[in-house]
DNA sequence: TTAATCCTTATAGTTAACTCTAGGTCAAGT
DNA sequence: ACTTGACCTAGAGTTAACTATAAGGATTAA
């Protein structure tokens, strides 16, 4: 099985090496391996499971709350509802916030402000 | 012309009154008048606007960025275009937040990843 | 006239999310 | 064997956006 080093997942997400080890500190990968030496290593499947991450992050959600989240899949199907649940939210909170743009967005388009 | 005190647009848009003056201080409420004694007095227009700055935090912009379309705002018709196109801009970003969203959404609900 | 609400400046504290440094380990190439 | 580069940890530093306090003063409603 194919695995990738901290620099290489680093740089296929878009971000540093130091953002990875402040997640794995904060307990955002659990699930990431290391090396008898030490070194974390990344499978396709962790890869995947940071990008849920990302999008969580995009959405405007905390780490904290996303540590929740990671922990709620280690208690496995049990808490299947609660991540549901919780996608649900966030796809609410976008929403609203895609209405609140569309409007604000008609504001603009019908000159109704200026200064 | 009805006019509100900071606290009363403090409650109306449920933030606090430290956060009105260091919006004001950081210039995102240059329009804002001011009793001869000092005190700020707020049109039903100015809180119409910092609704819409409030909607533009909602999209993830930071307060400097804010400044800067507070400022184009201050240049007059001249600065329309790029008015118009920072909203759209923003409109792509909520769009594409919200697509990644339901790109997400559907993983979870295939049950495709798991711990 | 007294209490509430506002103002200022200045300064300090807080939280989240990084971002970096220092000092050390480890594995591969020459 | 040795050097180089990527990795490790602990912990310090940074930035944004508040959030609050203090000190001192003005205004306004009851």
């Given at each position: 099985?194919?695995?990738?080093?901290?620099?290489?997942?680093?740089?296929?997400?878009?971000?540093?090496?130091?953002?990875?080890?402040?997640?794995?500190?904060?307990?955002?990968?659990?699930?990431?391996?290391?090396?008898?030496?030490?070194?974390?290593?990344?499978?396709?499947?962790?890869?995947?499971?940071?990008?849920?991450?990302?999008?969580?992050?995009?959405t405007?959600?905390?780490?904290?709350?996303?540590?929740?989240?990671?922990?709620?899949?280690?208690?496995?199907?049990?808490?299947l509802?609660?991540?549901?649940?919780?996608?649900?939210?966030?796809?609410?909170?976008?929403?609203?916030?895609?209405?609140?743009?569309?409007?604000?967005?008609?504001?603009?388009?019908?000159?109704?402000?200026?200064?």
């Amino acid at each position: 099985m194919k695995t990738y080093s901290i620099s290489e997942v680093a740089k296929e997400l878009n971000l540093t090496a130091y953002t990875l080890r402040y997640y794995d500190k904060e307990g955002l990968m659990p699930f990431v391996e290391r090396t008898p030496s030490g070194k974390r290593i990344f499978t396709e499947s962790d890869i995947g499971f940071l990008k849920v991450i990302q999008c969580l992050k995009l959405t405007g959600m905390p780490i904290k709350d996303i540590k929740n989240f990671i922990a709620w899949c280690s208690d496995g199907d049990s808490t299947l509802q609660q991540r549901y649940d919780m996608f649900v939210d966030r796809k609410a909170t976008v929403v609203a916030q895609m209405e609140e743009l569309k409007k604000t967005l008609e504001v603009i388009e019908h000159k109704t402000f200026y200064i």
